[in-house]
């Protein structure tokens, strides 16, 4: 089973004095897996040290069973598509992924054609021949990316993969991930835009000033969240009814009747014993129920209840 | 597909890459003026001195003037600055350009990556510095005409040409070595570099056994001409015996092997830090 994990067992990195990350357990199965938190809260620690880039100060991290000790190995593993916005001098779109895939000991023509290949991924042909330095900076990170996945691996890590998308190639961008992850592969994503990590996540790691505030899908999390009320949106034909019964309930903190009329939106403290009851008042009253889904069970919310800040973007 | 030709492909990868930034890039205009200067200098000479046909020195001058042009300029300050520039920018380059992660990101053992980056730095600093010394030699004393063929075709100068082609190669193995693991380990390695440079430079006045603990000393063992240190300097100079070339030549290729070992193990642990 750890064979198709990434763990990190008890993992510490201090910087100097400065602290990276501290006491890291995590198991990464395969899928999208986002990484959030503010800045300087650790997420480019945890993708440098599960990519070799830098060694735990304590624990051990293991990539598919793999030590980053052994880059040899774990560089076909691997594809790092980091933060930093900086190319070898003087090469082109088209060299620049050729150049390092010939690294990997492939012969020319498996080189050649992977380079095209990935080029076609991220709609960077037709600028293949162009210089680097010529390139804006959507580009440039369309290109970080396909060097990054040229040479096929089972294990993608991206920090902050959308800086300088447009929405076209954002969008583009975000079905790759979800593609990658269908596929088995592990998407490790950071991103401050969270809005879009809901999106494209199938699991979630929250940190904050180094350490890991929550893991896992993001209902499981936001359900262990239980200081917080949890937020219900339902779609029926008689809201007024509902928020009468439910203000009968200590659980329930709030509730709040749509201007449109047809839905109410509740924060309870005890969600299991707000789905009892509307069973009952939809058995008692014959309350026609169109729809009822959480309202909170998304990163933005999470975030916000775990570390707290600004919504939408952190 | 053996192991081997992997790591020749990945090792080929690596020349490649590098040559290509090194040998055409326009921040090294100082090394190639290092290195093409002295060149430059005795093509001038020559041009100037076609004009006096016996000359106003005769071709032993011309001889003793390119030995102290080597030993004093190339020997100790343009193959050494001229390695640093190359070699200790292999890697401390791409840190402060931020681009080693990508070398540290393929599945290649960090000895090749070392490997890769001192052949294709080497190879540059040969071409430079070798062919600036076969110009230079073969110049200084060009405007003696048919007498100065004679001196290097059937004279002692092709072999003094050879001998100074070899203490020029050996130089920039050696220094090339020192400032790859230079660049490695130091944030700045100017500061390990004016080191160095202050010990080669004081090697003429340290006693024997210290000496010996340098590049500059047996380099200046496999010259083939002497030149007189001229007084007061002479009077600090301590004598000591040249080691012979079959001690010397192993010797400082030993020494540049043991160097880049060192970097290669290290190279496995080091980490990318940008900062």
């Not at chain 2, 004016?194 to 006693?207: D, K």
């Not at chain 2, 030149?227 to 070339?245: D, F, K, M, Y």
Request: glycine share 8%.
């Amino acid at each position: 089973m750890s064979g198709n994990l990434i763990t990190f067992d008890d993992v510490s990195r201090f910087y100097g004095e400065v602290l990276g990350v501290n006491r890291v357990h995590l198991a990464i199965p395969p899928g999208v897996t986002s990484l959030v938190g503010p800045n300087g809260s650790g997420k480019t620690t945890l993708m440098n040290l599960m990519t070799g880039l830098i060694r735990p100060t304590q624990g051990s991290v293991r990539v598919l069973d793999v030590s980053p000790d052994h880059p040899e190995k774990l560089g076909s593993l691997i594809g790092y598509c980091a933060q930093f916005d900086s190319f070898p001098k003087g090469l082109t779109g088209y060299q620049f992924i050729y150049s390092f895939l010939r690294l990997h000991g492939m012969p020319h023509a498996e080189c050649d054609q992977r380079t095209w290949a990935s080029l076609e991924r991220v709609n960077m042909t037709p600028a293949a021949a162009r210089p680097i330095a010529a390139y804006s900076k959507g580009m440039r990170q369309r290109i970080k990316l396909a060097q990054a996945t040229a040479h096929d691996p089972r294990v993608i890590v991206l920090d902050e993969p959308l800086n300088g998308l447009d929405p076209m190639a954002r969008a583009e961008t975000i079905a790759l991930f979800g593609e990658w992850g269908a596929q088995g592969r592990h998407v490790i994503v950071s991103s401050h835009i969270l809005h879009e990590v809901d999106r494209i996540s199938d699991q979630v790691i929250l940190l904050s000033h180094g350490y890991v505030v929550a893991e896992g899908q993001i209902q499981g999390v936001r359900s262990e969240v239980k200081d917080q009320p949890m937020q219900i949106l339902v779609r029926c034909d008689r809201p007024h009814l509902l928020a009468a019964r439910l203000f009968q309930q200590d659980h329930v903190v709030e509730a709040r009747i749509h201007p449109d009329g047809k839905s109410l939106l509740l924060r309870t403290l005890d969600a299991d014993s707000f789905y009892l009851l509307l069973n009952r008042v939809v058995l008692d009253a014959g309350l026609d129920v169109e729809s009822v889904a959480p309202a909170d069970d998304d990163v933005n919310s999470v975030y916000q209840y775990l570390i707290g800040g600004e919504g939408g973007t952190v | 597909m053996t192991e081997r030709s992997i790591w020749l492909r990945q090792l080929g990868g690596v020349f490649r890459l590098e040559l290509k930034k090194t040998f055409l890039s326009k921040r090294a205009w100082w090394i190639y003026l290092l290195a093409l200067g002295p060149a430059g200098i005795t093509t001038l000479h020559w041009f100037l001195e076609m004009t006096h046909p016996m000359g106003r020195h005769s071709l032993g001058d011309d001889v003793t003037a390119f030995a102290a042009l080597f030993q004093i300029y190339y020997l100790h300050l343009g193959i050494f600055f001229g390695a640093m520039g190359v070699f200790s920018n292999l890697f401390r380059g791409e840190m402060l350009e931020k681009t080693l992660h990508y070398y540290f990101l393929t599945p290649m053992r960090r000895e090749l990556l070392v490997a890769g980056k001192y052949l294709a730095g080497l190879t540059v600093a040969l071409v430079l510095f070798v062919g600036s010394t076969v110009i230079a030699f073969l110049t200084i004393g060009r405007h003696f005409g048919a007498a100065y063929s004679e001196y290097v075709l059937h004279g002692p100068g092709l072999s003094q040409l050879g001998s100074y082609m070899l203490v020029a190669a050996l130089a920039c193995i050696g220094y090339g070595a020192v400032f790859l693991m230079c660049g490695l380990f130091f944030r700045n390695p100017m500061i390990p570099a004016a080191i160095v440079m202050v010990w080669e430079n004081l090697n003429p006045f340290l006693p024997t056994l210290l000496k010996k603990i340098s590049v500059i000393f047996y380099l200046k063992s496999l010259c083939p001409v002497e030149i007189p240190v001229p007084p007061p300097l002479s009077l600090l100079v301590v004598e000591t015996n040249p080691t012979p070339a079959w001690i010397a030549v192993p010797g400082l290729l030993a020494l540049a092997a043991l160097i880049l070992g060192y970097a290669a193990v290290s190279a496995r642990t080091a980490e990318i830090n940008y900062e």
